[in-house]
């Protein structure tokens, strides 16, 4: 439906405010995320975590030639591809 009803105690959830608290005994309030948003927040979080990964590689493409996940790249690279045929080699794809 994408919405609660207030008299029952329940607010409903946007993207911006996608949990919302649930009262409880205990520790602390665990938090409900509504099934409709779940999906979206799932690629959210894994693309967030992906560039976080990605960002410091990316910042040290510079020195390729001496930091070493470019240099292990290259290496793995020219492993992969040194098996392919002899005609494949330097042809650049159309």
């Given at each position: 439906m994408g919405s609660y009803q207030r008299d029952i105690g329940y607010s409903y959830t946007t993207f911006i405010r996608s949990?919302?608290?649930?009262?409880?005994?205990?520790?602390?309030?665990?938090?409900?995320?509504s099934i409709d948003h779940l999906p979206s927040l799932i690629l959210r979080?894994?693309?967030?975590?992906?560039?976080?990964?990605?960002?410091?590689?990316?910042?040290m493409l510079n020195n390729r030639n001496d930091e070493g996940?470019?240099?292990?790249?290259e290496k793995l690279f020219k492993e992969k591809t040194s098996d392919l045929p002899a005609a494949l080699v330097g042809k650049d794809e159309v």
């Open positions: 949990a919302q608290p649930i009262h409880v005994e205990g520790d602390g309030p665990p938090l409900l995320v979080e894994a693309s967030e975590a992906f560039s976080a990964g990605l960002l410091p590689c990316l910042k996940v470019w240099v292990q790249a």
